[in-house]
């Protein structure tokens, strides 16, 4: 673990930790605020990301876009990662050895930014981050507490482009991540 962001980015730089290094064009290590009190966790990067290295700047990430501008969600506030940091082929969901290869990038990530809320984008998240037991059908839309960390999963932006009825809920469960975050700032 790095207790630096230099160092954890230089760390990642030439990373050949798994076979998804072969077919890279960048490697999307993270976007945002990295003292954000909110982050957001998705799977991996599609072809956009891979070509630009930034998460979150294709379809599915303007769709994103659209909700937290109608939820007054300011994207540089948050930070935003991956599981898996480079493009798996035909964005075919990460393998266990390549997300089992590439999560303490992202622990390390987390203990850095040190957020009070992670959003869970979709079953690669939620299950690689809190347990294979879960299931994103089950789970999103209910808040579950660990170490200190409120954790929301919700639907991966992808499957509102696949399933229109999916962003009535999904726009619900931003809403109350908005709402618990309120909450904790008037306590403060
Ligand atoms: N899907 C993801 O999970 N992450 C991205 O960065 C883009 C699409």
């Known amino acids: 673990m790095y207790d630096n962001w230099e160092e954890l980015e230089d760390s990642i730089q030439n990373c050949n930790k798994c076979k998804l290094c072969k077919n890279r064009i960048n490697i999307v290590?993270?976007?945002g605020n990295r003292k954000a009190?909110?982050?957001m966790i998705g799977e991996g990067p599609g072809a956009d990301e891979d070509k630009q290295g930034i998460p979150f700047?294709?379809?599915a990430?303007?769709?994103m876009n659209k909700a937290f501008d109608g939820l007054g969600i300011d994207r540089g506030k948050i930070y935003i990662a991956n599981i898996v940091k480079?493009?798996?082929p035909a964005n075919r969901v990460p393998e266990e050895d390549e997300a089992e290869a590439c999560?303490?990038?992202l622990r390390n990530q987390v203990i850095l930014v040190k957020p009070k809320i992670i959003v869970l984008l979709g079953s690669t998240a939620l299950k690689n981050i809190l347990g294979k037991e879960y299931g994103i059908t089950a789970t999103r839309g209910n808040w579950i507490e660990r170490k200190g960390i409120w954790y929301m999963p919700t639907w991966h932006p992808a499957a509102l482009l696949r399933d229109e009825t999916k962003k009535i809920e999904f726009w619900k469960d931003l809403k109350q991540v908005v709402i618990k975050y309120d909450e904790m700032k008037n306590n403060d």
């Open 103 to 105: 999560l303490d990038y």
């Open 37 to 39: 009190d909110i982050m």
């Open 86 to 88: 480079c493009r798996p």
């Open 57 to 59: 700047v294709g379809k």
């Open 29 to 31: 290590f993270g976007v």
């Open 61 to 63: 990430g303007q769709l």
